[in-house]
């Protein structure tokens, strides 16, 4: 009778073993799918800012979104808007390498260096700057809720 009940708990502890390897992989799997999601939305994003595309910035970005400018002022998506549609702001490109997320359930965290080269009327908005987005999935579509950029110094 002993010997059963040390074999049955050998088995169990055998399958939830396996169980749990299994659920850790899923996991995994769903991570980096979510990463890859991220980094073709960070993409698109950077593809839309250099063609002035506000269709896809008022699809992409949260009523509530919020931006830090470099100089400190506060980005709404109704000031971005306006700067596009007057012809103040122009970008020739935004190139994002060293990129990192990390993945808070619903919520995702991208960090990057991001070489610009772009004007807001005569201001030169040229430069190298750290970047954070911050993106949130609500009813299963990512959506972009904030962003922060900082100028890299030498």
Request: overall charge neutral.
């Amino acid at each position: 009778m002993n010997r059963l009940i040390i074999l049955m708990a050998l088995v169990l502890a055998a399958t939830t073993a396996t169980s749990q390897a299994q659920t850790a992989q899923s996991d995994a799997a769903g991570i980096e799918e979510v990463k890859r999601q991220i980094i073709a939305l960070d993409q698109q994003l950077n593809v839309a800012a250099v063609q002035g595309d506000m269709k896809f910035f008022s699809k992409i970005m949260s009523e509530g979104y919020v931006g830090v400018a470099p100089n400190g002022m506060i980005l709404a998506q109704s000031l971005i808007a306006a700067h596009y549609q007057a012809g103040r702001l122009r970008y020739e490109s935004v190139l994002n390498s060293d990129i990192d997320i990390k993945i808070h359930d619903n919520c995702a965290v991208l960090t990057a260096i991001s070489a610009v080269k772009g004007h807001d009327g005569d201001i030169d908005l040229s430069g190298v700057y750290r970047i954070m987005r911050v993106f949130l999935k609500r009813n299963g579509e990512w959506q972009i809720i904030a962003f922060q950029a900082t100028p890299m110094g030498n």
